[in-house]
């Protein structure tokens, strides 16, 4: 069984996924904010990172720099845990040093049977 974290600050988005997933046969953790996403993958927690890339910043604003400093944060640490950045604004990753950082980019919506044969292709069957 994978060990998926799903971050994101969206409460139904993490319902929606977490079902899925765990339909999926793996088990799954949900992190709201990028620093409990962090710390939990670097106590090696998860087998894959399935994250946003806005969360809301010290201001209150939704902002990708929040998820770019996730990204960065887990490789500074090693960390060498698959991710997967599900996000509706990909042209915040696309073309900066931190999508090479990440296993894939996945522009919502995204189907859930193909989010599931990406996890099995990164990790394995559930």
């Known amino acids: ?60 604003d939704q902002d990708a720099g929040e998820g770019l400093a996730l990204i960065r944060r887990i490789r500074q640490f090693g960390c060498r845990t698959p991710v997967i950045v599900l996000s509706g604004w990909p042209d915040e990753i696309f073309g900066r040093p931190e999508e090479e950082m990440v296993s894939h980019v996945l522009v919502k919506p995204v189907g859930m049977a193909a989010l599931l044969a990406m996890i099995t292709q990164l990790v394995g069957a559930g």
């Open 1 to 60: 069984m994978s060990r998926i974290l799903v971050a994101d600050d969206c409460p139904d988005q993490l319902q929606v996924q977490k079902m899925v997933l765990e339909a999926g046969g793996h088990e799954v953790a949900v992190a709201t904010c990028p620093s409990d996403a962090a710390s939990s993958v670097e106590r090696g927690e998860a087998d894959l990172l399935i994250m946003d890339l806005k969360f809301p910043n010290a201001q209150g």
